[in-house]
């Protein structure tokens, strides 16, 4: 089985050395008392949480799974139960929510390391309260106050848990084809009726409600996605008093028989007459959704961190402790049969690798969940609609790329244990296993890079791009002073006008025929990203270097942070080069072959 050490001196590193918190704290209203000093009490509790209590539920949860009795009643694998009511205990889930709603009123990046850390340690435990966040904002942005005053309360507290409810079996993504019908009715509540597949904690027993946010058509509404509208669905009707009222109209009808993630109820859900709320407005129902799905999005990036994470601690230990085969270099255990594998360049090759996507994943992140603070708490209109504008872009980036890095890293973990990752007992497979459901949920990978470059980036004529190039020019422009990371800064620069560059040259590309779109995003979404990780490691070294500089008694620490932003510009970055031939290359290979050619 995997093991989990949080890594609390690398997020304290970015917390304060690379993103400044205090001074990020001290500038928002709200948070005149939050410091790192109460952020690193929070997360050294946190991390004994999710070290002593999720982890070790990590294999049990793959190995037993979840069960369905006949009437559609879900058990969760043992000890989940368990490990949720001791995080309700602690008040975990209320960290990050209004003070109003009886949550603690902390800021979104204080939370987010609190979820990695559990995430890292047992990512299907960690979905059960990690989708209520989603169904908590989504309530609090657009629900009404009586639909707030009977939701919000549970939902921050743990008792209730959320689930988003979109996907049909005939429509996928294309949610503009989905059938779940909603019949109004005298009392202005609404009939559900339809079902829906892939509810992640759709059913199970560690709350005693689910509220179900689901997207169902109106009889009389258009067609397509513009008549699709949004619902609140409980399990249990809630009573006037709040209490859990009468069973609902919905039940899990089978669970997902799935590749990894096995600890989540992954559900289908069938609502047959289930009593629902309108959410907002008639047919707004999915830009209502997405205020779930951009928090959710955020959440899959996180994800793609946690199995990079994960897969570098453990491989880290194998590597030292595995003894094959001497150093080309001469032997490094002359007193050993063999040396450790970890002195051998393509097993450092592949420790760098994971190391440079997790440490440097998690620094987009957390700057992420600081324009989240911006966008929510700042009084000033032009710092929100800049944070605004900034997680627009960088939330399909951080989705899309971040997972797919996870995916490697979780790949090359496998590779370090050689035939040893094959098999079960170390659970280096599964980490694969749960790492590849990434890339799919909340639109797969080249959904996001449609939404990027399509939607945003092309759909603004490059406009959407602006913040963001702004922000790493002026990184740039500040970073040139110290002369040890000049030629990051050279190379950064480059990109960045490349970046800009390519967008103008694909949108022309795009004029004569719409397939270069689709026949670039996914090259360009990951060009984005590795440019972005770039800026990351570039920041992380600036620094490092200057608490060098300084003095400290952690040098080894900050020479780390430096060897491995020299190994991610040489051996990582330079995977942009190629990314930019095939941006360019044009839909022509793609799009000429007829259907016909492909078949055996």
Not at 117 to 137: I, Q, R
Not at 185 to 207: P, Q, W
Request: hydrophobic share 40%.
């Amino acid at each position: 089985m995997t093991t989990y050490k949080a890594p609390l001196r690398d997020m304290r590193f970015l917390m304060e050395d690379v993103l400044d918190y205090n001074r990020h704290y001290a500038s928002l209203p709200g948070c005149e008392e939050v410091n790192l000093d109460l952020a690193n009490v929070i997360l050294e509790e946190a991390s004994k949480f999710s070290e002593e209590v999720v982890a070790p539920l990590n294999a049990v949860g793959d190995q037993e799974g979840c069960h369905m009795s006949e009437d559609g009643e879900v058990t969760t694998p043992a000890g989940f139960k368990e490990a949720y009511q001791q995080y309700i205990e602690g008040g975990w889930p209320a960290l990050d929510q209004p003070e109003r709603y009886g949550g603690q009123d902390l800021p979104m990046s204080i939370g987010m390391p609190v979820r990695e850390m559990n995430g890292t340690a047992n990512w299907s435990w960690s979905m059960y309260p990690g989708l209520s966040h989603g169904a908590m904002e989504t309530i609090d942005e657009h629900g009404s106050e009586e639909q707030k005053e009977t939701f919000m309360e549970p939902l921050v507290s743990g008792r209730w848990t959320g689930t988003m409810c979109l996907t049909e079996a005939h429509c996928g993504t294309d949610l503009g084809l989905l059938k779940t019908k909603a019949e109004p009715l005298a009392d202005g509540t609404y009939r559900i009726t339809g079902s829906k597949i892939f509810i992640s904690s759709g059913e199970h027993d560690l709350a005693e409600n689910i509220v179900h946010i689901v997207l169902a058509r109106l009889p009389d509404s258009p067609p397509g996605t513009k008549g699709i509208s949004l619902f609140i669905v409980p399990k249990f009707i809630p009573n006037d008093d709040g209490s859990v009222g009468d069973r609902n109209g919905v039940r899990c009808g089978a669970l997902e028989h799935k590749m990894g993630i096995h600890g989540n109820s992954t559900c289908v859900l069938n609502f047959d007459g289930a009593t629902g709320y309108l959410l907002g407005e008639i047919n707004k129902g999915l830009n209502h959704m997405f205020t779930f799905m951009n928090f959710a999005r955020l959440g899959t990036g996180l994800q793609g961190l946690a199995h990079s994470e994960l897969a570098f601690q453990n491989s880290l230990a194998y590597a030292r402790d595995r003894l094959q085969m001497r150093s080309l270099s001469g032997p490094k255990n002359p007193g050993g049969p063999a040396d450790p594998i970890v002195v051998h360049p393509d097993v450092r090759r592949m420790l760098l690798t994971q190391k440079a996507f997790a440490e440097g994943g998690r620094a987009l992140i957390y700057y992420a969940s600081a324009q989240g603070d911006i966008l929510t708490r700042a009084r000033d209109p032009e710092a929100r609609k800049n944070a605004n504008e900034v997680l627009n872009l960088l939330t399909p980036i951080i989705k899309a790329f971040l997972t797919e890095t996870g995916f490697e890293s979780a790949n090359l973990g496998m590779q370090c244990f050689g035939g040893h990752g094959y098999i079960s007992e170390w659970g280096v497979e599964q980490n694969v296993r749960d790492a590849r459901i990434a890339m799919l949920y909340e639109g797969t990978t080249g959904i996001q890079a449609l939404d990027l470059l399509g939607r945003k980036v092309l759909g603004t004529r490059g406009k959407a791009l602006d913040p963001v190039t702004s922000f790493i020019l002026d990184f740039c422009k500040q970073a040139r002073r110290r002369k040890e990371i000049r030629p990051y800064v050279k190379k950064l620069v480059r990109l960045t006008r490349q970046w800009r560059s390519l967008t103008r040259k694909i949108g022309f590309a795009a004029m004569k025929n719409r397939d270069a779109v689709g026949a670039a995003s996914v090259d360009y979404i990951m060009f984005s990203g590795y440019l972005l990780l770039g800026v990351a490691w570039a920041a992380s070294a600036r620094a490092a270097y200057k608490r060098l500089e300084q003095g400290t008694k952690e040098e080894a620490f900050y020479r780390s942070k430096i060897q491995t932003a020299d190994f991610y510009f040489a051996k990582i970055l330079p995977r942009t080069t190629s990314l930019l031939q095939t941006m360019l290359a044009g839909p022509e290979s793609l799009m000429t072959i007829d259907e016909e050619h492909f078949a055996f």
